[in-house]
């Protein structure tokens, strides 16, 4: 099983909807079961998982403390992905999310304000000795600050060679629960998460292969997922 963490200490930097989106998309995949956890109190990814009209990806409903052992509860029965979402914060809360993260995903959009924010976000990912990859959002290919934030971002780590560009269907898929992938399947905003995926994938299969502690095998498990902890 995978565990992916969406983190950034800046707000609007495109979390939530990069994790609801990465999860359909992961589930398109059939990477499956996906899992989504929601650790941010506003709770907007929990929120646009209600107004779904499916079930997958699963919501998981738990708290920071129970999170490593409801994580490995979910290996256990046979999930394939688990994707948290994460508050814009840079505290000992979202360290515990990371510290159960195979690869952390730092959304960032090409602004001064957002890469000034990274830095924090990257020593709390290296304390943890966990691998991550900036994925830009919201870019616009045409300005020159996108092409100066990849350059300031590859001083820090990795930046993943797919851009999310700005474009208004992503927040309007999002509204009654669904996806781009949903909204407009041959549409270039799915196209362009169908490839981010596809390199979030490789890189998680690069950090399982060197892994040195054997994982437990998972048993098989459905489609529809128990709500852990309280309901949604």
């Not at 993943?160 to 898929?173: I, K």
């Amino acid at each position: 099983m995978h565990v992916v963490a969406l983190c950034s200490q800046k707000g609007g930097s495109g979390k939530t909807t990069l994790s609801g989106h990465l999860g359909v998309q992961a589930e398109q995949a059939g990477a499956g079961p996906v899992a989504l956890i929601d650790t941010d109190p506003q709770g907007s990814l929990a929120a646009w998982w209600n107004a779904r009209a499916s079930d997958v990806p699963a919501f998981i409903a738990t708290t920071l403390a129970q999170l490593p052992a409801d994580v490995e509860r979910l290996r256990q029965q046979g999930f394939g992905v688990v994707i948290i979402d994460t508050p814009p914060a840079i505290n000992m809360a979202i360290q515990r999310v990371i510290n159960v993260a195979d690869l952390v995903v730092i959304p960032t959009r090409p602004s001064p304000h957002d890469l000034r924010a990274v830095a924090g976000t990257v020593d709390m990912v290296e304390r943890a000795q966990c691998a991550m990859v900036f994925v830009l959002n919201a870019a616009n290919l045409r300005a020159r600050i996108t092409a100066d934030a990849v350059v300031a971002l590859s001083q820090h780590g990795t930046v993943a060679p797919t851009f999310v560009q700005h474009r208004g269907d992503f927040a309007s898929s999002m509204i009654d629960g669904r996806t781009v992938q949903e909204l407009a399947p041959s549409g270039r905003s799915a196209q362009e998460i169908g490839v981010l995926w596809d390199y979030i994938a490789g890189q998680l299969d690069k950090q399982a292969r060197r892994r040195v502690v054997v994982q437990p095998v998972a048993s098989g498990f459905g489609r529809r997922a128990s709500l852990v902890g309280a309901g949604h």
